[in-house]
């Protein structure tokens, strides 16, 4: 996408930051304990491609207290039952620690609601993001975002993304982990929650979920007669089978293996189609040792953690000493665009896909500059 579209994009956030209402909280000690160290979380799958969100200066982990991620994952379980109209396929979401370190890296740049342009994990998944900044808590944030719904009208494809594109993440069927970071920025809290896989998918945003009687996608794996669960995550590309509970992989094993589609890299080869490609297909997942992802993708993230990662842990409890007494109409609406991100192209045509989504999500930002602007 063009800079000036990304600057108009910071611009509005700042004029949003202004308006936006004080709430004062303080984790200086974990500013001061971050500054101290150097960053642990950068492990190599991240240095595969530029600029990745793991690499930058910042905490190597979650802030966020074993309470608070319980809120969240109960809270966005809570809307994603509660969809309306109800829906067939909605996976009940798990917190995932990878994707919370990412979100906690981006929260501590104080970037406000800017979107990081690197936080898939090669090798294991796309991640969606929302940002809600000048918020009290993680309720008054995922509210804000789902709060979204009284604009969006389930099936029709006249939306405006800007004004609906965190509701249609919070309720993106197939996302089955959540995982935040906050950080608060001259007084003001920045919450950040990414998803995983990642929602709002090109052609797609205007359907998030299945319509369909509560489960009825999923009748052997309901829980609480609403969100499926298969306590399984597919990964790098593969799709789950509500029916069965099994992930459909890219490729068969052994490069990628069962149950969840977990990128081997050792002792394997692509498949045979990648050596015709003159060069990687843009989608990497389809072919890891041609594009360089091998042996590196396949690695936990904590992997190379050096020792001082035991220091990392125990600056956690971040102590949200809101002072504020009003009421949560007044935070301010941060409205901002997710990210898009696809793993789901067919790799003979995959540079044509790239670029609709390349232009969509530039139809995107610029729709938002307009919602912003008027
Ligand atoms: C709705 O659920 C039924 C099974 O109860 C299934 O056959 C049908 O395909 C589902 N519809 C959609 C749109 O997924
Ligand atoms: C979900 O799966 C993980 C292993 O992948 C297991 O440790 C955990 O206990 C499972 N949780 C439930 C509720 O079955
Ligand atoms: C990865 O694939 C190789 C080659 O088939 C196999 O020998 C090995 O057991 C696999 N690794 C794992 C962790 O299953
Ligand atoms: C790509 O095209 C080739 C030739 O048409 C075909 O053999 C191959 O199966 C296709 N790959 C995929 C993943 O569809």
Same mark, same amino acid.
Request: proline content about 4%; aromatic content about 6%; hydrophobic content about 30%.
């Given at each position: 996408?063009?800079?000036?579209?990304?600057?108009?994009?910071?611009?509005?956030?700042?004029?949003?930051?202004?308006?936006?209402?004080?709430?004062?909280?303080?984790?200086?000690?974990?500013?001061?304990?971050?500054?101290?160290?150097?960053?642990?979380?950068?492990?190599?799958?991240?240095?595969?491609?530029?600029?990745?969100?793991?690499?930058?200066?910042?905490?190597?982990?979650?802030?966020?207290?074993?309470?608070?991620?319980?809120?969240?994952?109960?809270?966005?379980?809570?809307?994603?039952?509660?969809?309306?109209?109800?829906?067939?396929?909605?996976?009940?979401?798990?917190?995932?620690?990878?994707?919370?370190?990412?979100?906690?890296?981006?929260?501590?740049?104080?970037?406000?609601?800017?979107?990081?342009?690197?936080?898939?994990?090669?090798?294991?998944?796309?991640?969606?993001?929302?940002?809600?900044?000048?918020?009290?808590?993680?309720?008054?944030?995922?509210?804000?975002?789902?709060?979204?719904?009284?604009?969006?009208?389930?099936?029709?494809?006249?939306?405006?993304?800007?004004?609906?594109?965190?509701?249609?993440?919070?309720?993106?069927?197939?996302?089955?982990?959540?995982?935040?970071?906050?950080?608060?920025?001259?007084?003001?809290?920045?919450?950040?929650?990414?998803?995983?896989?990642?929602?709002?998918?090109?052609?797609?945003?205007?359907?998030?979920?299945?319509?369909?009687?509560?489960?009825?996608?999923?009748?052997?794996?309901?829980?609480?007669?609403?969100?499926?669960?298969?306590?399984?995550?597919?990964?790098?590309?593969?799709?789950?089978?509500?029916?069965?509970?099994?992930?459909?992989?890219?490729?068969?094993?052994?490069?990628?293996?069962?149950?969840?589609?977990?990128?081997?890299?050792?002792?394997?080869?692509?498949?045979?189609?990648?050596?015709?490609?003159?060069?990687?297909?843009?989608?990497?997942?389809?072919?890891?040792?041609?594009?360089?992802?091998?042996?590196?993708?396949?690695?936990?993230? %904590?992997?190379? /953690? =050096?020792?001082?990662? &035991? #220091? *990392? !842990? +125990? @600056?956690? $409890?971040? %102590?949200?000493? /809101? =002072?504020?007494?009003? &009421? #949560? *109409? !007044? +935070? @301010?609406? $941060?409205? %901002?665009?997710?990210?898009?991100?696809?793993?789901?192209?067919?790799?003979?045509?995959?540079?044509?896909?790239?670029?609709?989504?390349?232009?969509?999500?530039?139809?995107?930002?610029?729709?938002?500059?307009?919602?912003?602007?008027?």
């Amino acid at each position: 996408m063009s800079p000036s579209l990304l600057r108009l994009l910071c611009l509005t956030c700042v004029v949003m930051i202004v308006k936006g209402s004080a709430v004062s909280a303080s984790d200086s000690t974990h500013v001061r304990l971050s500054r101290a160290k150097r960053s642990t979380s950068c492990a190599p799958k991240y240095k595969l491609t530029p600029e990745h969100t793991a690499c930058k200066e910042g905490r190597d982990a979650s802030v966020v207290s074993a309470a608070e991620k319980k809120v969240i994952v109960d809270k966005h379980n809570e809307f994603r039952a509660g969809a309306n109209p109800t829906a067939g396929n909605m996976m009940k979401v798990r917190w995932d620690d990878e994707i919370a370190m990412i979100a906690q890296k981006w929260a501590d740049q104080c970037l406000g609601l800017t979107h990081d342009s690197n936080r898939n994990i090669p090798g294991r998944l796309t991640v969606g993001q929302n940002i809600a900044i000048n918020t009290q808590d993680w309720t008054t944030a995922i509210t804000l975002w789902h709060s979204e719904v009284s604009q969006f009208t389930y099936g029709n494809e006249q939306f405006n993304f800007g004004k609906i594109g965190h509701y249609t993440q919070v309720m993106w069927a197939e996302t089955t982990l959540v995982g935040c970071g906050m950080k608060n920025c001259n007084g003001k809290n920045n919450h950040i929650c990414n998803y995983g896989i990642s929602g709002n998918l090109q052609g797609r945003i205007h359907l998030p979920y299945k319509q369909n009687a509560s489960c009825a996608n999923c009748p052997r794996h309901c829980v609480n007669s609403k969100l499926c669960d298969c306590n399984l995550t597919c990964l790098n590309g593969g799709d789950l089978d509500l029916n069965t509970c099994t992930c459909s992989c890219k490729a068969p094993a052994p490069l990628y293996m069962a149950p969840d589609c977990t990128l081997n890299c050792t002792g394997t080869s692509d498949e045979s189609w990648c050596a015709a490609q003159g060069k990687c297909p843009s989608q990497h997942v389809w072919c890891p040792h041609k594009c360089g992802y091998c042996p590196y993708a396949a690695g936990d993230y %904590t992997a190379d /953690t =050096t020792s001082s990662s &035991t #220091t *990392t !842990t +125990t @600056t956690t $409890s971040s %102590t949200t000493t /809101t =002072t504020t007494t009003t &009421t #949560t *109409t !007044t +935070t @301010t609406p $941060s409205s %901002t665009v997710d990210n898009q991100n696809s793993n789901s192209a067919d790799p003979n045509n995959s540079a044509a896909k790239d670029t609709f989504s390349l232009l969509a999500t530039i139809v995107a930002l610029a729709l938002h500059r307009l919602f912003v602007i008027v």
